[in-house]
C-alpha cells in the first residue's frame, strides 16, 4: 500500500523527492501518512478533493483482499 501511495503521490507532483508516506500498523488498521511539498499539496487534493478521494479510492480497492482498513492522511 505505502509504495502505491507513493507512485501516485510522484507522479502528481513538481517536487517528487519531497514526497514521503509513512505507514502505521495498528489492530486491523493501517495509516498511511503522505507528507508532500507545501507548493504541491494542491495537486495532491485537487478541484474540492477530487484527487485525495480517488487516491484513497484506489489505496481501498487495492486493500480490499486484506482483512484491514486503510486510511490515508494528507499532511505537509
Do not use: F
Not at 517536487?15 to 507548493?39: G, M, R, S, W, Y
Not at 504541491?40 to 478521494?53: E, L, N, Y
Amino acid at each position: 500500500m505505502k509504495e502505491l501511495v507513493e507512485v501516485l503521490a510522484q507522479s502528481l507532483v513538481d517536487h517528487p523527492e519531497e514526497v514521503t508516506v509513512t505507514e502505521t500498523d495498528k489492530d486491523n488498521e493501517i495509516i498511511l501518512e503522505l507528507k508532500v511539498d507545501p507548493d504541491d499539496m494542491g495537486k495532491v487534493i485537487g478541484k474540492q478533493g477530487r484527487i485525495a478521494k480517488a487516491i484513497r479510492a484506489m489505496v481501498k480497492a487495492a486493500a480490499s483482499k486484506t482483512d484491514k482498513k486503510v486510511v490515508v492522511e494528507i499532511g505537509q
